[in-house]
């Protein structure tokens, strides 16, 4: 699976941005997918992720202000992101777990960058 993530770039706190990720493959197929962050200096970490079924979940920072939603019909993962702060500047990776007789496999887009400023 080939991931290509865009929509990153340069906004003013209390700003949006929307997150685009297309994948290479039907997306309806795949187990999980999700959004990551990296902050230099950090650890990358999970912000939102999507089931197969539709279930959503958020990391506690983000929850109320970010949305994960997908487009099936045009193979895209899309990252809302509202009332965004200083701390949500990181690079952002978009990240597929996908199964192929019962062996996972990891896929990553190759990152877009967020910066808020104060």
């Known amino acids: 699976v080939q991931l290509q993530a865009s929509g990153g770039g340069l906004v003013q706190a209390g700003g949006s941005l929307r997150l685009s990720c297309v994948a290479s493959?039907?997306?309806?197929?795949?187990?999980?997918m999700g959004w990551y962050r990296q902050s230099p200096g950090k650890q990358r970490e999970s912000v939102a992720g999507?089931?197969?079924?539709?279930?959503?979940n958020y990391a506690d920072s983000v929850k109320g202000r970010f949305t994960i939603s997908r487009d099936i019909g045009v193979n895209t993962l899309y990252l809302r992101m509202n009332s965004l702060k200083p701390e949500d500047t990181a690079v952002y990776y978009c990240h597929a777990r996908d199964y192929l007789d019962s062996v996972a496999s990891d896929y990553w887009g190759q990152g877009t960058q967020v910066t808020v400023s104060s």
């Open positions: 999507i089931t197969k079924g539709a279930d959503t």
């Open positions: 493959k039907n997306i309806f197929s795949i187990n999980y």
